[in-house]
């Protein structure tokens, strides 16, 4: 992830700054492969991982999801849907 930069979105609400570092989540093992609908569209519906997760130095933690690149991809609203409770972030408990 080098060269991307990535701010804390309740820092920036909250007109903090922060460093922000990636938190490890745990991963399962359940084979998938993507695949091309008959649109032609890429679908990557990886079950394994449902977001990379970040925490700032002000105790936001939050995620970005792992999305499928197809426009309209049920799977994105599924995969945002487990998410909605941590979206756009929330404290962490300490």
Same mark, same amino acid.
């Given at each position: 992830?080098?060269?991307?930069?990535?701010?804390? @979105?309740?820092?920036? #609400? *909250? &007109?903090?700054?922060?460093?922000?570092?990636?938190?490890?989540? /745990?991963?399962?093992?359940?084979?998938?492969? @993507?695949?091309?609908? #008959? *649109? &032609?569209?890429?679908?990557?519906?990886?079950?394994?991982?449902? /977001?990379?997760?970040?925490?700032?130095?002000?105790?936001?933690?939050?995620?970005?999801?792992?999305?499928?690149?197809?426009?309209?991809?049920?799977?994105?609203?599924?995969?945002?849907?487990?998410?909605?409770?941590?979206?756009?972030?929330?404290?962490?408990?300490?």
């Amino acid at each position: 992830m080098s060269g991307v930069k990535l701010l804390c @979105p309740g820092c920036v #609400e *909250e &007109g903090l700054k922060s460093t922000v570092s990636h938190e490890t989540r /745990a991963h399962y093992l359940m084979a998938w492969r @993507p695949y091309w609908d #008959e *649109e &032609g569209d890429y679908h990557v519906h990886d079950p394994n991982s449902h /977001a990379s997760w970040f925490r700032c130095s002000n105790g936001h933690v939050w995620p970005i999801p792992n999305l499928c690149p197809a426009e309209d991809c049920d799977f994105n609203v599924r995969r945002l849907a487990d998410l909605a409770e941590h979206l756009p972030y929330k404290k962490a408990d300490k």
